[in-house]
Each structure stands twice: as C-alpha cells, then as structure tokens.
C-alpha cells in the first residue's frame, strides 16, 4: 500500500501520505490517475492500473531503451516515439510499447544524427534529442495512418474484419457482414492483449470488440493518447455510438479515446464497444448485429 501511494505521488499526485490504508483520498487519486490514463475510471487498483503506474514511473534517460522480448513498456518509450515523430521519424503508434517500429526509427535517427546507429536509446541519444527543437508534437504516425487508410481497399470481401466480445451480438452481426461478402473472423478471446495479438497476427483491417455492461449505457471507446489518435478508429467509434445509441434509445451514446490494452495494442484500427443494459441490448439484438454490419460497412467504404 505504501507503494502505491508512492508510485501515485510520482505520477503527479499531491497530499498523499504513504500509509498502509487504502482510504477514500487514495481511491481519488487513483481515480483521477486513471482518467489521465485512459483507463475505466473506477478507484479500483486492479492489474491494469498497477501495470500502469509502473510505467508511469520511467522518465526518458533513466534506463537504456532498446529492442527485446518481451518489449520494454513506459512513459519513457513513448516520449521517445512522441520525439522521434515530431522529428519525421516514424516510430509507430505512441503507444509506450518499444516495438521493432519504434527501435527502426531510433537507429534511423541516430544514422541522421552522426550517432552511432546501433537502436539503443541510451545518454547520447536523449541528449541529441534534447538539443534538437522538434517542432509540432503531432506523431509522424498519424499522418501514415491517414495514408494506409486512405489507400487501403474499399471494399467489404478485400477488407477482413476481426470481431470479438458478446457471443450472440457478435455471431449475428458476423453472419449479416458474411451475407454482404465480407471476410469475418470472429475471436475466442476474452482478454484485450490477447485479441489484440490474435487480431495482429490475423493482419485484419480493422477490430471490434464488443461487451455487455450491468447499467445503462452505450459507449464506443478508441485508442487516443498524448501525441496520438488513431483517426480510423475514432471514426468507427463515431460511427457505432451513434448508430447503436439510437437503437438503445441512448442520446448520451459517446465515442471517447481511451488505451485499453486491446485498442493500444493493436496494429489497426481498433474500437471496443460497452453496451447495456443486457436486457435491452439482447431483446434488440437484431437490430444492433444489423447496425454494427452497417457501420463496418460504411467505415470501410470510407475510414476517414
């Protein structure tokens, strides 16, 4: 419990006391570290915001960057591909993942910047880093995800589509998408890194996992980040809370950018939907299978 609070006043939190109390000011404060992090923001410690914490801690310079197995994870990671993007060089998504993309860009700049190019992250990169003014923080790999978007296939048979979640919704929007000639693969997984990995190895051109929740709501959740938004998602996010909010009679229904580890650690576009109650969303099934084909449809005739 002590390092929780530790590890919270770390990430920017103010008049906490380490103590071995999990009290109703640290529930705030993991609340608000939660919403700063695009997590579920719901006070509760569990595994994802622990992970989350840890990685908070890293700051760029503190440890060696570089490529490895399993990939080394952190603010630091993604201040260096926020920087590396800025300065044209494409390290991926900025996703905090140091992945094969991010280690390309960091020997890229290294090799532009008289460094030796070797991939490793280390004292001299972050000072090169340091000196060079960076301009805009938007992420060179926003601009390549506009462009694989935009010259991608239009059509529902060329563009494979990965659906995971609710089993019957599921199921019934994967036939009517399979009736339209598109090619659906529809996941066992239930946890977010493993559909994201399944979906990546499967090289879709897009993601949606869908979920049943208790109370009453309709949300569509993409992956959004300080220096990144993934613009196909939020467009299919958009998509799905309007059309499915209308269905479930919900006006509130809202597309919100998140780094759930399914939307973060996927390679496409990628969107996580939460609807509810049960009942309803069973008794209106059909309609919402035939909502979601349609604006998969719609999202890649036009994914921008």
């Known amino acids: 419990m002590r390092d929780l609070h530790r590890k919270l006043t770390a990430a920017g939190e103010t008049g906490l006391t380490p103590s071995e109390v999990y009290t109703a000011d640290t529930a705030g404060a993991v609340e608000r570290f939660q919403q700063s992090r695009g997590l579920p923001a719901d006070g509760v410690c569990g595994p994802a ?27 630091d990671v993604a201040d260096l591909q926020r920087r590396l993007g800025a300065l044209g060089f494409s390290a991926g998504r900025v996703d905090g993942i140091l992945g094969p993309d991010t280690a390309a860009a960091v020997s890229a700049f290294q090799q532009n910047a008289g460094l030796t190019a070797d991939g490793i992250c280390g004292p001299d990169t972050v000072a090169v880093l340091g000196r060079i003014p960076s301009g805009d923080n938007h992420s060179m790999e926003m601009l390549l995800e506009r462009e694989r978007l935009r010259s991608r296939p239009r059509l529902l048979r060329d563009a494979p589509i990965a659906l995971a979640g609710a089993d019957s919704l599921v199921v019934a929007a994967a036939r009517l998408l399979r009736r339209r000639g598109a090619a659906v693969v529809v996941l066992a997984q239930r946890d977010g890194s493993a559909v994201a990995a399944a979906a990546n190895e499967l090289d879709t051109a897009v993601l949606l996992d869908v979920h049943l929740a208790d109370d ?11 220096g990144f938004t993934s613009t196909g998602g939020k ?28 939307l973060r650690e996927s390679r496409m576009p990628a969107v996580a939907c939460r609807l509810g109650p049960p009942p309803v969303a069973v008794e209106r099934q059909a309609a919402l299978a035939e909502r979601i084909a349609r604006c998969l449809a719609a999202w890649i005739a036009e994914p921008l």
């Open 49 to 75: 915001t622990w992970a989350a914490l840890v990685e908070a801690g890293h700051r760029l310079g503190d440890r060696l960057l570089y490529l490895r197995t399993p990939y080394q994870r952190g603010e």
């Open 216 to 226: 009453r709501t309709c949300e569509a959740f993409y992956f959004a980040t300080e």
């Open 235 to 262: 467009r299919l996010a958009e998509l799905l809370a309007g059309g499915l909010g209308e269905i479930l009679e919900q006006p509130a229904a809202a597309a919100v950018g998140m780094r759930l580890a399914l």
